[in-house]
C-alpha cells in the first residue's frame, strides 16, 4: 500500500442529518486527518460490523473538513442505496473502518488570485475544504453552489463563515438563482469578465462538470475537476473508475486513468465527457 495511507478502525465522533437526506459524519482518525489535503477521500466500509459481509465493498467519499488538533476528520453523504443507508444508521462511539487518505489534490495554477469553485450537490463538500485552505492562503475565493431544491442545500452557512462570497442556484428556484449553477457564472462573467488569474475548481454531477469544463473553455480559465465515478477497490487495481483522457494529457499508456489513483482531480480539459 502506498505510503502515507492508512486502514484503520475509526471511532465515529457524530453523525447527524444536515439536511434532507444529507448527513454530516465526523471520524476520529489522526493520522487520516494530519494527511489529508483537499480534493483527496476515504474509502469507507459502511457498516460497524466487522466481520460484516453486506454491503461487501467500500464506498468513497470527499473529505469535507479536517481538524488535526483533535484528530478528526468529517465528510457529507447523501443518502442514495444500500452503503449510504447503512452509514445513516451508525451512531457516536460505534467504529467504521475507513482506508486514505486516497487519490490526488487540488492545486495551484502559477498566477493564481481568485478561485471560483463550481458545487453541485455532493459534489460541494470537497470544494469547501480546499476553499477554505485557499482563503487561508489569501486568495480571493468564489463559491457557486448548486442543488434542486432548498432541501437539499448544505454547507451555504459554511461557505459564508469561511467568508467566501456564495452564491446560490436551485433548478426549482425556491432559494437564490433560478436554473444551473453554470447559468449563474456565466450570468455573473457577462456583467463582470473575469479578470487574469481567474480558475475554476469543479465538483458535481458529470452533466454540470462538462458544462462548466466547457464555460471554462469559453472564458480560456484553467480548471479542475474532481470526479466522483462510481468505483470499487480505490487501490487501482480493478480498473472499475476508470476515465478517458484527452489531447497532451494522454499518452499511449495513459489514455485510460484511474479516477481513485491519478484522480480524483483532473485538469478539466484532460477529461473526455460522455
Ligand atoms: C472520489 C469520490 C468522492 C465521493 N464523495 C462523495 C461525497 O462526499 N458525498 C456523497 O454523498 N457521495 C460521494 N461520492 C459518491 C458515493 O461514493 C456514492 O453515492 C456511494 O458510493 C453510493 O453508495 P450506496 O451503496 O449508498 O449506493 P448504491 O446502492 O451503490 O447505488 C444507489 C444509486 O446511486 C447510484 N450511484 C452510486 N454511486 C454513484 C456515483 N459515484 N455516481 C453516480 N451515481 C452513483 C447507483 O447507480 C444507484 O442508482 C463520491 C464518489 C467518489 C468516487
Not at 473529505?63 to 476528520?73: E, L, N, Q
Not at 484511474?258 to 484522480?263: D, I, N, Q, S
Request: a positive charge.
Amino acid at each position: 500500500m502506498e505510503m502515507g495511507i492508512v486502514q484503520r478502525r475509526s471511532r465515529v465522533v457524530s453523525n447527524r442529518a444536515i439536511a434532507r437526506d444529507h448527513f454530516q459524519l465526523s471520524l476520529y482518525a489522526p493520522e487520516i486527518s494530519k494527511k489529508t489535503r483537499p480534493g483527496q477521500f476515504v474509502h469507507i466500509r459502511c457498516t460497524p460490523e466487522q466481520d460484516a459481509t453486506f454491503p461487501l465493498l467500500r464506498r468513497p467519499f470527499s473529505i469535507y473538513d479536517a481538524d488535526p488538533k483533535r484528530g478528526t476528520f468529517d465528510l457529507i453523504y447523501k443518502v442514495v442505496g444500500t452503503g449510504t443507508e447503512s452509514l445513516r444508521d451508525v451512531v457516536a462511539g460505534q467504529e467504521l473502518d475507513v482506508l486514505g487518505p486516497l487519490g490526488t489534490q487540488f492545486t495551484v495554477p502559477s498566477g493564481l488570485k481568485r478561485a471560483i469553485l463550481v458545487g453541485g450537490g455532493v459534489g460541494i463538500p470537497p470544494l469547501y475544504f480546499w476553499g477554505k485552505d485557499l482563503k487561508r492562503r489569501k486568495f480571493i475565493v468564489d463559491a457557486f453552489l448548486g442543488v434542486q431544491t432548498k432541501d437539499y442545500l448544505i454547507c451555504a452557512d459554511a461557505f459564508q463563515k469561511a467568508k467566501i462570497t456564495t452564491h446560490i442556484s436551485t433548478d426549482d428556484g425556491s432559494v437564490g438563482f433560478r436554473g444551473f449553477v453554470t447559468e449563474a457564472i456565466e450570468q455573473q462573467f457577462r456583467r463582470h469578465p473575469p479578470t487574469p488569474g481567474t480558475a475554476l475548481y469543479i465538483c458535481g454531477p458529470t452533466p454540470m462538470m462538462k458544462a462548466a469544463t466547457k464555460l471554462a473553455e469559453r472564458w480560456s480559465l484553467p480548471a479542475q475537476v474532481s470526479l466522483e465515478e462510481r468505483m470499487g477497490c480505490a487501490m487501482g487495481v480493478c480498473m472499475g473508475c476508470i476515465v478517458e483522457i484527452a489531447g497532451p494529457h494522454a499518452t499511449a499508456h495513459k489514455k485510460y486513468q484511474r479516477v481513485c489513483t491519478e484522480g480524483p482531480v483532473f485538469p478539466a480539459e484532460a477529461v473526455v465527457w460522455r
